[in-house]
């Protein structure tokens, strides 16, 4: 990689900004655009300028790159609302762009500009790295919400994947009686190896009505209404899940259950971590190609 990149660095929230800083503190020509509402992290974040991206090495949109259903920048840190089309129309073929969970209408405008949009999310060592600030930031939730200790409650994670496999390690490391859900007959096992109860997702309504704590991390409607009947009234549900998420909400209204939809968690209980994830990340990406 060049010693130094012109970097733009576009939209975003908290993660951005520390994204920002530390690209900065490591030599690069730093812009920032749509993060004019920014709280300082400790540290200079580079001013936000005009958008003149033409000539930047490096372009990075946020996570996810657009919000709503429009093609509106995510851009929850800025005074002013951004259309993503005016952005990409501002770029050139030969410009490192990318992005984070870029989905096919995102891709598509992309596309018909001629420009690569590469998906930041899709890598597995941020997937990985994002995994650690989830679980810690959902056992933060439990202790918040809970009128009972971590110590000695009855927690289902349903889902074994990365999430819930640290999930489930964070919560038995503070005395939890954790269980899992699955469909993986090898993820099943692996939760046994590791001294936690197992369930199979296909029989998971079978076993809802003793947890006092349940953790989604599918992004599938897994607890409908009727499973939700089988909850306990008192039962907090956590759904880590990206949309369109894991749980009937409006049933779950109806019912009187208190679930929590922790969209974007990383960036909200450890912002300085996820941004440096990214950048370890787009380190690798630029790497890869030889920039």
């Known amino acids: 990689m060049k010693h130094e990149l012109n970097i733009w660095v576009v939209g975003g929230d908290q993660r951005q900004a520390r994204l920002a800083q530390l690209l900065s503190q490591d030599g690069h020509t730093v812009h920032t655009y749509a993060l004019d509402l920014v ?4 540290g200079p974040i580079p ?3 005009p958008l003149s991206i033409d000539l930047a090495d490096c372009v990075i949109l946020p996570l996810p790159v ?4 429009g093609n509106l920048l995510n851009a929850p840190l800025s005074a002013s609302e951004h259309a993503l089309e005016d952005i990409l129309d501002r770029l050139s073929p ?33 997937a990985v790295a994002n995994a650690v600030p989830t679980a810690e930031g959902a056992l933060q939730l439990a202790m918040e919400h809970l009128p009972i200790t971590i110590h000695g409650a009855r927690v289902l994670v349903i889902g074994f994947g990365r999430v819930g496999r640290l999930t489930a390690q964070r919560f038995q490391a503070l005395g939890a009686k954790v269980s899992v859900a699955a469909r993986k007959y090898d993820q099943l096992a692996w939760a046994q190896a590791m001294g936690l109860g197992a369930e199979h997702l296909a ?6 009505c003793g947890y006092d704590l349940i953790v989604n991390t599918v992004p599938a409607r897994v607890l409908d209404r009727e499973a ?5 009234e008192d039962c907090l ?11 009937d909400l409006g049933a779950a209204g109806e019912l009187g259950r208190t679930v929590i939809w922790c969209l974007s968690l990383p960036g909200k209980v450890a912002p300085v971590t ?17 920039y």
């Open 47 to 49: 001013a936000s300028s």
């Open 203 to 208: 029989q998971l309504r079978e076993c809802l």
């Open 66 to 69: 657009t919000q709503g259903e």
């Open 39 to 42: 709280q300082d992290l400790s």
């Open 228 to 232: 939700l009947e089988e909850t306990k």
């Open 274 to 290: 996820a941004g440096a994830a990214i950048q370890t990340t787009i380190y690798n990406m630029l790497h890869e190609l030889d």
């Open 237 to 247: 549900i956590l759904d880590l899940a990206s949309k369109p998420g894991g749980v």
């Open 94 to 126: 030969g410009q490192f762009l990318c992005g984070g969970r870029t989905d096919p209408k995102v891709q598509a405008l992309a596309q018909a500009r001629g420009l690569t949009l590469r998906d930041y999310f899709a890598r597995e060592e941020l």
